[in-house]
């Protein structure tokens, strides 16, 4: 038995040099793109698998120079590892989608796969990665992040990098960084009331609103990001020709950002204004809007619309905030101007998904949007994240599947994972999607690859 391992190592040995011999002098297919010729897919190999999946793509005439070469999983890049004329070596890229067409570009040649599409295997988990399950202390504590405490974590926002931060609400009265690389949560401002909380689409700073209407004539502040979210600035309200200030002294709740501007609504639509983020110039572009009492709000940079939640009805508004009526010069959003495209309308004791306005929900909370605009919902009468896709086709993301309200506190996969009245959520452009889950008092990451 031991001879025949022996010689079995031994053979193996010499097959991998001979392989490597092979590459190095006598391959035929170490040969350029010829670019007379056409590319063409005739397979891939393994059919099916997650992130990082080896796979090897056949066909002909893809050359020799992986710098020339792309290799589509639908839209997603995968990361080549070497080509040869008739066959690339690859990794398969993150959530391409659950059934991907395959396609070779090469020097601006094009070829699909015909027949065959890849199945790719989500594997999605819900970890706490700040605060103590279930305590709250007034003052709240920094440090390493699952030793740090919250108050109220209420609103939610992450960059582009990884620093998320959370407006600590009533008495923690501040914005929390968490820093994900050094796994650590810091103080970077003191506020009154600081409320919802959004980055412009470069990603440069962060504006966190003061919701109290005794902080006027202050709007919301604006964190840098060159500083850390150390240094702040803060953009007030102004005065209008007839001297009356613009925003007024109204409660605020909703907020979203551009690349231009940051839209800011007050608790019961009775203003909506607009900010131009390097001017500064405040300008009225709605009033009266009938929103109930509380609504959220998030920029959809794919279809560049903002959609608003409303926690009264269970719906989900969108509009387009630079609707300017014929014959204004600027934006002006009525009521008539929301399409509603999520929700029943009517909060009743089970939640049920479906399509549009088929779809239940319950108490609809913060909401954020993915770089491939997916809305991501919080629902704190059924204590779990719902999902609306491109489609308008709304599923249970996180949390007890739809029907009666179940709340606790529990980590794992998606379903199984419980939450206790999450308030906002935020999405990095890389799949990671952070949850305010407010009344367990942590912050929690559903990861998906």
């Avoid at 490597?20 to 391959?27: G, L, Q, V």
């Avoid at 090469?106 to 990665?129: H, N, P, Q, W």
């Avoid at 470069?202 to 060159?226: C, D, W």
Wanted: glycine letters at 8%; proline letters at 5%; one cysteine or more.
């Amino acid at each position: 038995m031991k001879m025949t391992r022996f010689l079995f190592l031994i053979l193996l040995s010499l097959l991998l040099a001979c392989e490597s011999s092979s590459d190095a002098e006598t391959n035929e297919f170490d040969r350029p793109h010829n670019p007379s010729l056409n590319i063409q897919v005739d397979g891939i190999g393994p059919t099916k698998g997650g992130l990082g999946t080896k796979v090897v793509v056949s066909g002909s005439n893809f050359g020799n120079d992986k710098e020339k070469v792309t290799l589509l999983f639908n839209d997603k890049k995968a990361l080549i590892l070497r080509v040869q004329d008739n066959a690339i070596y690859a990794l398969v890229p993150k959530q391409p989608g659950e059934f991907s067409t395959i396609k070779v570009i090469v020097d601006g040649k094009e070829a699909v796969l015909e027949g065959t599409r890849f199945k790719y295997y989500i594997k999605a988990v819900v970890t706490t990665i700040a605060g103590r399950w279930n305590v709250a202390s007034n003052p709240p504590i920094d440090g390493p992040a699952l030793d740090a405490t919250f108050y109220r974590p209420a609103k939610i926002a992450v960059d582009d990098i990884g620093n998320v931060l959370v407006a600590d609400d009533q008495s923690g009265a501040r914005m929390r960084l968490i820093s994900t690389a050094e796994n650590k949560m810091t103080t970077v401002l003191n506020m009154s009331v600081p409320w919802s909380t959004t980055f412009n689409e470069q990603f440069t700073h962060n504006f966190v609103m003061e919701r109290n209407a005794g902080a006027r004539p202050i709007l919301f502040y604006s964190l840098s990001k060159e500083s850390n979210y150390i240094d702040s600035e803060i953009y007030y309200d102004q005065k209008d020709e007839n001297g009356n200030w613009i925003f007024g002294s109204y409660t605020a709740c909703a907020l979203g950002a551009d690349d231009t501007y940051v839209y800011m609504m007050s608790e019961r639509g009775e203003r909506f204004v607009r900010v131009h983020q390097q001017t500064r110039k405040v300008e009225l572009i709605g009033q009266n809007i009938p929103t109930g009492q509380y609504s959220h709000m998030t920029f959809n940079a794919k279809d560049r619309m903002m959609y608003l939640s409303l926690e009264a009805s269970g719906r989900i508004m969108r509009f387009n905030p630079l609707h300017t009526p014929p014959g204004e010069s600027t934006p002006w959003i009525t009521w008539d101007d929301m399409e509603w495209i999520i929700g029943t309308g009517v909060v009743s004791s089970m939640s049920k998904e479906g399509h549009g306005r088929e779809a239940q929900l319950g108490t609809l909370c913060g909401l954020g949007s993915d770089h491939e605009g997916n809305v991501y919902i919080c629902d704190q009468k059924f204590h779990c994240v719902w999902k609306v896709d491109p489609l308008l086709n709304c599923t249970v993301f996180a949390g007890p599947p739809a029907g009666p309200a179940v709340s606790g506190y529990r980590d794992g996969k998606p379903e199984e994972a419980l939450f206790n009245r999450p308030y906002d959520i935020t999405a990095t452009y890389d799949g990671l999607i952070y949850v305010a889950d407010t009344f367990n008092r942590v912050v929690r990451c559903i990861s998906i690859q």
